[in-house]
């Protein structure tokens, strides 16, 4: 048999999912797993969006003009306003959903052999991206203590090269909850400007915000020939599924770039393009986002008040999205995960994400995990009650084993 290439065979698994066999095997014996583990919400699809799907105005399920529908694009477009955003409808390409955008973003703005700076911990999927567009990823180290925050300018400047193409980062954060002040925007600009960079913001979580103010990539008009601003519905109408997400830039040229991409892959999914446009055209649908977020609002302060609970763990509020980085009281946060699928008594367990699998810099984020909150709030009580059990046995386990 032929062998595969190397840039598939290198692409990383994704962290977050590989110890889901673990999980599997758990609830073949009979176990309930609370997963933390993994983004997916559990709030019902808003009906709008469902309706306009069901109620599509097709016999024939066709592919759709490769930027989307000329709809769905205003539907986009009337999105941003409301947010501020001036934008028109050429600006904004459908995508299949935010991870689609990251992939046009880098494929348009790197050749291989480029680097991107993405600050670190960041979203695992981007290695696979950069893996596939064959661009390295230099991280920018940022800190729990700091709140998961940017450094300052000039050790930034220390990691750009002759190969620096862009910078990459998902704000608010996944998975820090950090959300940029308008200061580190502005460096941000700064940098890319000084340096002639791209900057390519990751704004999937833009309506998940607690505390500071949400400020998009594209309201600095002064980087507009270099901003690229990636979205998505997945989170925000809890479709995940659907598939729709925005590539949105000001630049002609990008926009050039992107749209090559997008034809390439013919079509962003037909149906669920008519659901964005039916939630878009319910009179309701500001206030349907909004009750999601205070719904996410809610549990983020009961899981914040259940984990300062739990001896040894040490975290920072997040201000944005819905996760939340621990640091835990073990050496090795991927054998506590283990521990909790497999040897963990009792009927039931939870399932966190390891955060080494959230930075490039070896080492870090060993005594890491990552919690998302996306379970109801009765769900995290209980989770954090299972977490703070484990930890204790575990601790007790390994002071055995160290006699
Ligand atoms: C930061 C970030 N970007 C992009 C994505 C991709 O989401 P989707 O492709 O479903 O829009 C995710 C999903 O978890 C994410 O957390």
Redesign the pocket.
Known sequence: MPKISARAAQAPASPIRRLVPLADEAKRRGKKVYHLNI?QPDIPTPEPFLRGIREAPVQVIAYSPFQGLREAREAMRDYYAEWGLELKTEEIIITQ????G?LFALNVTCDPGDQILVPEPF?P?YNGFARLAEVEIVPITTYREEGFHLPPKQEIERLITPRTRAILF?NPG?PTGAVYTEAELEMLAELALEHDLFLIA?E??REFVYEGRYISILSFPEIEDRAIM?D?I??RLSA?GA?I?AFVSRSPEILTGANRCAMARLSPPTMEQYGLIAFMADPRHREILEEMVDEYRRRREVLCEELRKIPGVVFREPEGAFYVILGLPVDDAEEFVKFMLTDFPGQETVMLAPGEGFYKTPGLGRDEARIAYVLNCDDLVRACELLKEGLELYQKAQEKVRG
Do not use: F, L, Q
Request: proline letters at 0%; hydrophobic letters at 15%.
């Open positions: 983004g959903g935010g991870s689609e990251v979203y999927n998902s996944n990751d999937v979580y990636v998505s997945s989170k995940c598939r997400g």
